[in-house]
């Protein structure tokens, strides 16, 4: 038996997900985040700005400002204790962000779920070269035993023919 033959005894199944996977690693490529839809770039960038220090550290500011300049009275009080146009303005800042957020979210679940099914594919095509890998190491370890076998035998033929007794 050839090593060729040796190296196509892989399944049918296992061959064609292994040459599938291999068509899908020359094909893979990153998705361009200007090809984005405008919606998510949009999504992704509220997401981001709220989602940093910098944002958390001038709202904070902010608030402090307004609740010190309202309990001072520094200037007129336009939104006295109990604060309720602050509430409201955070509740608008709230509720208008929150769908950007969960926008970016989901896009990036997506995206998460994806990376996690090319990981599975990379896995499984590792998996299947590492097994066509030992099959070959396999076939030339049986096909080496095989050659010193009958190296072996045609010693001990030499070795008979030449009146000595093999060595027991």
């Known amino acids: 038996m050839s090593l060729i033959a040796k190296a ?3 399944h049918d199944e296992e061959r064609t997900l292994l040459h599938r996977l291999r068509q899908e690693r020359r094909a893979h490529r990153r998705p361009d ?3 984005l839809p405008a919606g998510a ?4 960038a509220v997401a981001a700005t709220m989602g940093s220090w910098p944002f958390i550290i001038v709202q904070s500011a902010v608030l ?3 609740v010190v300049l309202n309990v001072v009275a520094f200037m007129q009080h336009w939104d006295p204790y109990p604060f309720i146009l602050l ?3 955070l509740s608008f800042q709230a509720a208008y962000a ?3 957020i969960m926008m970016s979210q989901n896009r990036q679940a997506a995206i998460d779920r994806a990376a996690a ?4 594919d990379v896995n499984t095509k590792a998996e299947l070269e590492i097994e066509l890998l030992h099959e070959k190491i396999d076939f030339l370890r049986e096909t080496q035993v095989a050659e010193l076998m009958q190296l072996v035998k045609r010693l001990e033929e ?3 023919a030449a009146g000595q007794a093999p060595p027991a």
């Open 8 to 10: 196509h005894q892989l």
């Open 33 to 35: 985040p200007a090809a």
């Open 41 to 44: 770039r949009i999504a992704d």
């Open 64 to 66: 402090a400002a307004w």
């Open 87 to 89: 509430n409201l303005a």
């Open 98 to 100: 929150a769908p950007f």
């Open 117 to 120: 099914t090319h990981d599975y």
């Open 158 to 160: 030499k070795l008979d």
